[in-house]
């Protein structure tokens, strides 16, 4: 049975940091692409952030550029997003994605809120 856990959510000040969890289980974790999406009340869901299966490439979108940092530890079967200097504008439920070929899982979401 394929599971995505998100974990590492909760309520931030703005410019303080929060790190986010991943961790996969029933699929070969080190043969997919692994993405964080958001999703904000009333936005359509977004790409965050993606790592290649070994790890070697990654990519941002702008918003979150210089701020955020995803990485993986395939001995783990985890991937991480490590968010610093943190916005009101990155309040959402965030996703996490694994992606080969035609296949995509997601997990169910963890609740990032960034509020004083």
């Known amino acids: 049975q394929v599971q995505l856990v998100e974990s590492g959510g909760g309520l931030v000040q703005p410019g303080g940091s929060l790190r986010l969890s991943c961790a996969a289980s029933?699929?070969?974790?080190?043969?997919?692409?692994m993405s964080w999406y958001r999703q904000a009340p009333g936005k359509e869901r977004e790409l965050v952030a993606t790592i290649t299966s070994a790890g070697r490439t990654t990519n941002y979108a702008d918003s979150v550029k210089g701020r955020f940092t995803i990485s993986r530890d395939n001995a783990k079967n985890t991937v991480y997003l490590q968010m610093n200097s943190l916005k009101p504008e990155d309040t959402a439920v965030y996703y996490c994605?694994?992606?080969?070929?035609?296949?995509?899982?997601w997990g169910q979401g963890t609740q990032v809120t960034v509020s004083s």
């Open positions: 029933g699929f070969t974790f080190s043969n997919y692409a």
């Open positions: 994605n694994a992606h080969r070929y035609y296949i995509d899982y």
